[in-house]
């Protein structure tokens, strides 16, 4: 890359011109060392190294600086080394044939970089980088924090097996619904740690991180807390662990959230060093890696708030198994699964478990896979099926936020739907089921929201009276009634319906997404959503599509239109 950028040497002209250098000498001083500069700007002189890295021009240039005069004390993005943090190149589309041109996008952003550090709030700028600031702990590793900051000094705890720091948590039974691993350790010793959120941009303009580390400046910080909250932390500091005490502070950005770092006294002369300017002790800095829910959910894309609910899913097949892991992965807190079945080999392609599970109980397995992936979520299992759960609990459909039914049983299922319509406090229902040969899937919402009671429509409204010795017909299908779509094979008992791994995956997306909504408080009404796949494979083994089918022009729809004002069950 580097011939590449000489062979067109007359462009670096343009640096100059374009007022990006003041000056500047091509160099082979090293590997990857391209030019040397002197850029002039806000009254400072500052003298650059550029390097080309070599995966360059995929990427930009790299900007060191190796001098600013008159000399700047300190200086935020700018690294030990003297690289400065250009942000990453992720918003730009960079053109590879114009190696020029990144070079000098580069310091355009350097120079842009650059004014903001000289003229700007660096104190702000520091408090925005104090994480990376804040290196160190014992081990080597950051500290596990399960504490969860806001406003108000406290105690929080912190986990030690012998001497060693292994977690900061607001409840000690956190790390162990994080993760099962922090269940398997030895019996841990709890010492109480005391979490202080302080602001130092508020009266510190020469704010730094090095200054929290410093046990004087620390104090005038935590001193400036309002006088209640000094009180408080008072009383708090004489109930801290007397040996090596700790601290976390909940340090105020500039956009107002609090960034995390630990701080463990040593060496303590007197009591609490932060007690009494008298007492002494050496600071060490803690690292903490964050794993609180609302911290690790909101970050992922989960809904921090979706975990104070509760759901209800009976039937844990290839439709259950996707819905209850994105319903974890979403951060719906609390999942009961209710399934009869062990995990079979013919379970083994459209499963979430795939053959992992395979001779367990669906309710187990699934638990045990979701308690591997996903923290914070407390599963219920029960095997049993959903007649007898129901039987031996029947409270059990107003205690949950919502009960979603993946049975592939029509008949279990509309047992259902007459249950939860048997009172106003029962949880609104889900039902979801798939089509043969990948024709599709749907999701019903049923005792939903409405301005009053519960909004009209159910399961009952899709199927039409019953005629003596016919099959109900579910008025949703996209396959023609009155032919068997179940397979065989081999006999009795064997009988399924095919359709692949993605088939369930659509629908219990499908699915996923309403339920989602419906916790969330977002849906009005009952609606009936489709999705419509491809009718090659179903055409191709000789059946045939019903007309609604044919009518839903695209791969997604919802109706009301079901909704009959005669039906027994909604509309009494
Ligand atoms: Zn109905």
Not at 53 to 67: H, Q
């Amino acid at each position: 890359m580097r011939r590449a950028l000489l062979e067109h040497l007359s462009r670096c002209q343009e640096l100059i011109e374009g007022g990006e250098m003041e000056s500047l000498l091509l160099t082979d001083g090293g590997r990857r060392e391209f030019l040397r500069g002197l850029i002039r700007m806000d009254g400072y002189e500052i003298g650059v190294r550029v390097e080309l890295p070599p995966t360059f021009p995929l990427c930009l240039a790299k900007v060191f600086i190796d001098s600013i005069s008159p000399r700047v004390e300190r200086r935020p993005h700018i690294l030990t080394d003297g690289r400065l943090c250009i942000e990453a190149e992720s918003d730009l589309l960079l053109d590879v044939h114009d190696p020029w041109g990144i070079l000098r996008e580069t310091l355009v952003r350097a120079h842009r970089l650059l004014h903001q550090i000289l003229t700007g709030d660096r104190a702000a700028e520091f408090a925005r980088e104090l994480i990376s600031y804040w290196k160190g702990s014992p081990r080597g590793l950051p500290v596990p924090c399960f504490v969860a900051p806001d406003d108000r000094p406290r105690l929080t705890k912190a986990l030690y097996f012998e001497e060693l720091l292994l977690a900061v948590a607001d409840d000690p039974r956190e790390p162990a619904r994080f993760s099962p691993d922090f269940s398997r350790l030895p019996p841990c010793t709890l010492r109480n740690a005391i979490y202080i959120p302080i602001d130092p941009l508020a009266g510190d303009p020469a704010f730094h991180p090095d200054k929290l580390a410093t046990l004087s400046e620390l104090r005038k910080y935590v001193r400036a807390l309002p006088s209640r909250d000094g009180r408080v932390l008072d009383k708090l500091l004489g109930r801290s662990g007397k040996h090596s005490p700790l601290v976390i502070l909940g340090v105020r950005r500039p956009e107002g959230e609090r960034a995390l770092v630990g701080i463990q006294f040593h060496d303590t002369r007197g009591g609490h060093p932060l007690a009494h300017e008298g007492n002494g002790g050496s600071v060490e800095k803690i690292e903490l890696q964050r794993r609180d829910a609302p911290f690790l959910a909101s970050r992922g894309g989960a809904d921090p708030h979706l975990r104070g609910r509760k759901v209800l899913l009976a039937g844990c097949g290839a439709v259950g198994g996707y819905l209850a892991m994105a319903l974890a992965r979403a951060g719906v807190g609390s999942l009961t699964l209710v399934d009869g079945d062990v995990f079979e080999l013919a379970n083994t392609y459209r499963h979430v478990c795939g053959i992992a599970r395979n001779g367990m109980p669906k309710v187990f397995g699934l638990r045990q896979e979701i308690e591997r992936l996903v923290p914070y979520i407390t599963v219920s299992p029960y095997q049993q099926r959903l007649e007898a759960f129901l039987h031996e609990r029947p409270q059990t459909l107003d205690s949950h936020d919502l009960v979603i039914a993946a049975l592939g049983n029509p008949t279990i299922e509309l047992e259902l739907n007459r249950r939860i319509w048997s009172s106003h406090r029962n949880a609104p229902a889900l039902f979801c089921w798939l089509e043969p040969l990948g024709l599709g899937g749907h999701a019903l919402l049923t005792h939903g929201r409405a301005s009053q009671s519960p909004a009209r429509g159910c399961l009952e409204c899709l199927y039409d009276h019953p005629v003596r010795g016919a099959a109900l017909e579910n008025l949703a299908a996209f396959a023609k009634p009155g032919e068997a779509y179940t397979r065989d094979s081999f006999g009795c008992g064997g009988r399924y319906l095919p359709f692949g791994d993605l088939d369930a995956q659509n629908t219990a997306q499908l699915t996923a997404r309403l339920a989602l909504r419906v916790l969330r408080g977002e849906v009005e009404g009952a609606p009936l959503q489709s999705w419509k796949g491809d009718a090659r494979a179903f055409l191709q083994a000789g059946y045939e599509v019903t007309s609604r089918y044919e009518s839903q022009t695209g791969a997604f729809a919802e109706t009301l239109a079901y909704i009959r004002p005669d039906c027994a069950v909604c509309q009494t």
